[in-house]
């Protein structure tokens, strides 16, 4: 069983940067790979980009390329996301999840576990 907090969401001007954290509980955390969704308000949750299991890895959706960088730290069991440039559709709630697979997988439904959401606005 693996626990996940997010935290550092807000609000932030277009422009501007935010830095989300995702602590994980638990001794296995470094098994994992761990993976950020976002959801916007009446739409899907939306994958966001992947870190493989010890961080040497990332894989990003299109839309977030140059502008949002994952990375890890499996000494403190986190993982985080430094987004950059934010515009207004990057808002949304923004979720981590934990995944076992070493494939790359970007459906909601292949991780195993997830945390609560944190939520990012970006005004105009």
């Known amino acids: 069983q693996v626990q996940l907090v997010e935290s550092g969401g807000g609000l932030v001007q277009a422009g501007g940067s935010l830095r989300l954290s995702c602590a994980a509980s638990?001794?296995?955390?470094?098994?994992?790979?761990m993976g950020w969704f976002r959801q916007a308000p009446g739409k899907e949750r939306e994958f966001v980009g992947r870190?493989?299991?010890?961080?040497?890895?990332?894989y990003y959706v299109d839309s977030v390329k140059g502008r949002f960088t994952i990375s890890r730290d499996n000494a403190k069991n986190t993982v985080y996301l430094q987004m950059n440039s934010l515009k207004p559709e990057d808002t949304a709630v923004y979720y981590c999840?934990?995944?076992?697979?070493?494939?790359?997988?970007?459906?909601?439904?292949?991780?195993?576990?997830w945390g609560q959401g944190t939520q990012v606005t970006v005004s105009s």
């Open positions: 638990g001794r296995t955390f470094s098994t994992y790979a």
């Open positions: 999840a934990a995944d076992r697979s070493v494939l790359v997988r970007t459906s909601p439904a292949a991780y195993d576990y």
């Open positions: 870190i493989n299991r010890s961080g040497g890895s990332t």
